[in-house]
């Protein structure tokens, strides 16, 4: 039995190259006895240095790809896209701004005039203009000069497949980025359905399922004939869209350009006007890994009922479109009606939810994940508690007034925005329950303190007003009382230039 060099090493933080070094120097003494000068410069050492550097490079990638493997630590999409799929979680992609357009023309014409589905206008930039589609065709009657119809930033794409008949056919969607549920796939004159899974689809459901990669890249998969339908033989073509992302909640009367020159139904040329008369909402960034740290161990707890108050919260989380969430219920309002509950939640991005967002988080807590049947559940706008600050301030050397007070303004809006830029809270917000003291009871109080911390660490501010009246929230040099069910937003900010007394 030959005896080992060196003993084994269990101590598994010993990857770093001043650790190995210590072991590679300790094997050369007693493989190599005479070789003693491991201090000199040599050909000998320059080896050692060298698979030093080699076993501390190759450990920190072992250690990186080892943390990939856990929620806590991965930092790679395509690690949390995996991690995810293992518990049944799907990562949202980006979603599409949408608004209401206004086309016009400036006179009665004879015949109607027609816009397909899919007719393009975009905002007013030369250089990166916004691009939106008409999602239904729309008429403008003879007889009438305007009509309105919805539009969607996003891109209409259509791919052609050949299916060869064989169990568990894959294709991958040639455009990016995908946008959720948007896969329209014929085969023949037969529509697919997308599922989730296949686990109850028979050997004659037309069902596929669809995956987005780490580039939010599509991939279908069809049945094996089984659990779901093989596509017969021949060609096949998927229609779906991408694009949205933030970017397209852009404001009112800037979407002007239209695509395309119109006629109407009897040939007369005609001249169309477009305007969004509201701003575009509903555009959001794909799911980012941080939001999917958060989101991914919180769906394992309400997969598949609610019944505390916070799975509840977590329900509504899940569903595109909601930043922040709060359930309460009698236990915690005596207000409310027993056996009811008020979930009120929040866009990222602040303001009232949409009437559609708010319908499919009540089928989220109550068709997706049901609560106790006795149990109503009430899906409610946000109840706001606006926060107006005034504050005196005094600019350092080399800063203008205007410059500082732009930088104040952005420092507090982003303090007040109900989530982060990577979807996740914003915890300097939050519901009036959730503000606790150090007891764990709500504290019912928004601290002034935190404000002007705000106001007084932004770059450019030298000091700030001693006086009571230099610094208010509501007109109050004070903290200001928050209910339960309120959240926190900005709302006026007048500043003050202490140096020559003008607004900032």
């Not at 946008?179 to 069902?207: I, K, N, R």
Request: hydrophobic residues 45%; negative net charge; proline residues 5%.
């Amino acid at each position: 039995m030959t005896q080992a060099l060196l003993p084994a090493n269990v101590d598994y933080t010993d990857v770093d190259k001043a650790a190995l070094d210590v072991r590679l120097k300790a094997l050369i003494s007693v493989a190599f006895p005479t070789w003693t000068d491991l201090q000199r410069a040599n050909f000998g050492n320059l080896l050692v240095e060298l698979f030093n550097w080699n076993g501390d490079v190759l450990t920190f990638y072992q250690c990186k790809q080892a943390l990939e493997a856990f929620i806590a630590w991965a930092v790679q999409r395509r690690s949390m896209i995996a991690l995810g799929r293992v518990v049944a979680y799907t990562p949202r992609s980006a979603a599409a701004a949408t608004v209401d357009e206004t086309f016009s023309i400036p006179t009665v014409m004879a015949g109607t005039v027609t816009f397909p589905a899919g007719t393009t206008c975009r905002t007013k930039e030369v250089t990166d203009p916004k691009v939106f589609q008409l999602l239904a065709a729309l008429v403008i009657p003879a007889g009438s000069t305007s009509t309105v119809g919805s539009i969607e930033n996003s891109d209409a794409a259509s791919d052609a497949f050949t299916s060869d008949g064989t169990p568990n056919q894959t294709f991958t969607l040639t455009d990016t980025p995908y946008l959720d549920d948007s896969a329209v796939v014929t085969v023949g004159a037969e529509p697919y359905t997308q599922v989730d899974d296949f686990l109850g689809s028979t050997a004659t459901s037309a069902h596929f399922t669809l995956s987005t990669d780490q580039d939010d890249r599509a991939k279908i998969t069809f049945g094996n004939g089984v659990n779901g339908k093989i596509p017969p033989v021949g060609a096949f073509t998927v229609a779906y869209t991408t694009g949205g992302g933030s970017a397209g909640n852009v404001e009112a009367a800037t979407i002007t350009k239209l695509d395309g020159t119109f006629t109407d139904s009897v040939g007369t040329s005609v001249v169309v006007s477009v305007t969004n008369p509201l701003a575009a909402d509903g555009g959001e960034e794909r799911e980012s890994v941080e939001a999917m740290r958060l989101l991914i161990p919180a769906s394992v707890r309400a997969q598949t009922r609610c019944i505390s108050r916070e799975d509840f919260e977590i329900a509504a989380l899940l569903v595109p479109g909601v930043g922040r969430a709060l359930m309460l219920s009698a236990i915690e309002d005596v207000g409310i009606p027993e056996n009811r509950g008020w979930l009120y939640i929040v866009p990222p991005a602040g303001g009232v939810p949409a009437t559609v967002l708010k319908a499919a988080v009540l089928v989220a807590v109550t068709v997706t994940r049901p609560g106790p049947t006795s149990f109503e559940t009430s899906v409610l706008d946000p109840v706001y508690l606006t926060i107006n600050v005034y504050a005196r301030v005094w600019c350092r050397q080399g800063y203008t007034a205007a410059t500082v007070g732009a930088s104040i303004r952005a420092a507090l809006i982003a303090w007040f925005l109900p989530n982060e830029t990577d979807g996740t809270p914003n915890t300097t917000v939050d519901f009036g329950w959730n503000m606790k003291d150090v007891n764990g009871d709500p504290a019912n109080l928004l601290a002034w303190s935190d404000i002007f911390d705000v106001v007084k660490d932004t770059v450019g501010v030298l000091r700030m007003g001693a006086a009571l009246a230099d610094f208010t929230l509501n007109g109050s040099h004070d903290n200001v009382a928050i209910d339960i069910e309120e959240f926190p937003k900005l709302g006026t900010v007048t500043l003050v230039d202490g140096a020559t007394g003008f607004a900032m």
